[in-house]
């Protein structure tokens, strides 16, 4: 298969041979003990390790990837679980699509034999993007691909003194691989860039590329690459009843696609921009008036459900890549209707979930924050 839609070509920087000894003598002293490393890494152990990894910091992703190697051991376990099981496992991790795609993806291999042998084959994968690819195809398979994230790029863009830019970086990355050593290579840089060559500060005095440095050299690594201005995400106001049929809460699952896809959450809305509900400038208590009153309209269209909204309970603020959310959580009860499953609601379906069931279902962190609003009056958590 043609390589057409790769980076464009290198930048005119001249790779330096003695650099890959320097970072791989280095690597071989310094390499940090990973689960899915050395003799834990294979093809399945490397692709969800590096889909953890997207977002997420090595330490938090440790204990995620043991849990999930223990429950679903090989790719067939993957493919045949549950979704529910899945995003269980994934439960606190964020960006629940990483998982949606990895359940996606891994009946995609069973179903064609076996993973696949070649970055492009990796590349067709759900949620599979050039870094993973590059990653799993260096680590797991031994071909010469490199693996460009933000901790490459800014490694390679202070080493060249270069601006950045993922497209030009992995041109150079891929010049600058030492044959048959790309997996180390690409493994030496991101230890490297999550250790001594940080975002905001830079040990160039303990660093085995100082000498092929340029950035470090001039004392300047804190300049490179450079800094593109920060978008800052809009505001968005959510609503979310709390039902409640004794120690049980009524959640629902919202459909597989989209945000907090096949996720359990109250019942509620993210209310449009424009919702006059939403209107910052209005009075607080006419704002409340107006949010119970969408709510309301939300569960009825949603689920069929006439609710009687009262108090609010509080409020949960929260933070995506590409918004920042704010929940208003109502106490509320049924006031007509039955909770049931649905397909063509937000929801697929609606259960009354017992605190001893909520760590078995793929809960958003939204909704455990809401969840764990205090009680009125202050009694501990509803869970
Ligand atoms: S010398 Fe400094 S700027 Fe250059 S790679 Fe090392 S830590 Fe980063």
């Not at 830019?165 to 790309?182: F, K």
């Not at 800094?227 to 009524?250: I, N, T």
């Not at 009354?352 to 793929?362: D, F, H, Q, T, Y």
Request: glycine letters at 10%.
């Amino acid at each position: 298969m043609a390589r057409a839609a790769r980076a464009p070509a290198a930048p005119a920087h001249l790779p330096d041979p003695l650099m890959s000894v320097d970072l791989l003598t280095w690597y071989a002293e310094r390499a940090r003990e990973l689960p899915w490393r050395g003799a834990g890494a294979s093809p399945y152990r490397s692709w969800v390790s590096e889909v953890m990894l997207q977002q997420t910091r090595v330490e938090v992703v440790r204990g995620y990837f043991n849990r999930w190697m223990l429950a679903l051991p090989t790719v067939e376990d993957l493919a045949n679980a549950p979704l529910d099981d899945v995003l269980a496992l994934w439960s606190g991790l964020g960006y629940y699509s990483r998982a949606r795609n990895l359940h996606a993806g891994a009946k995609v291999v069973v179903a064609a034999g076996g993973f696949p042998t070649s970055f492009e084959g990796w590349r067709a994968l759900p949620g599979v993007g050039d870094y993973i690819a590059g990653a799993v195809c260096s680590i797991a398979l031994g071909l010469d691909e490199p693996a460009v994230d933000g901790n490459l790029e800014r490694v390679l863009a202070r080493v060249h003194s270069h601006p950045g830019g993922r497209a030009e970086i992995t041109a150079l990355a891929r010049r600058l691989l030492p044959a048959g050593r790309a997996g180390d290579w690409n493994q030496a840089l991101m230890d490297l860039g999550s250790s001594l060559c940080g975002p905001k500060s830079a040990r160039c005095e303990e660093c085995p590329l100082l000498a092929h440095c340029g950035a470090g050299r001039e004392g300047q690594a804190l300049e490179f690459p450079l800094k593109k201005a920060k978008r800052v995400a809009p505001a968005r106001v959510a609503v979310g009843a709390l039902l409640r049929r004794g120690e049980a809460v009524l959640l629902g699952r919202r459909q597989p696609q989209g945000l907090f896809g096949g996720l359990f959450e109250l019942p509620g809305a993210l209310l449009a921009e424009a919702d006059p509900a939403a209107d910052p400038e209005l009075h607080p208590t006419d704002r409340e008036d107006a949010l119970r009153s969408a709510l309301a309209l939300a569960v009825a269209d949603g689920a069929g459900l006439r609710l009687g909204v009262g108090a609010l309970r509080g409020t949960v603020d929260h933070t995506l890549t590409h918004m920042r959310l704010q929940l208003y959580v109502f106490e509320a009860e049924v006031l007509s209707g039955a909770p049931a499953a649905r397909v063509d609601g937000p929801w697929d379906t609606l259960r009354w979930i017992l605190p001893s069931e909520r760590a078995s279902i793929g809960l958003s962190t939204l909704a455990t924050k809401a969840l764990d609003l205090p009680l009125r009056p202050a009694q501990g958590t509803l869970f």
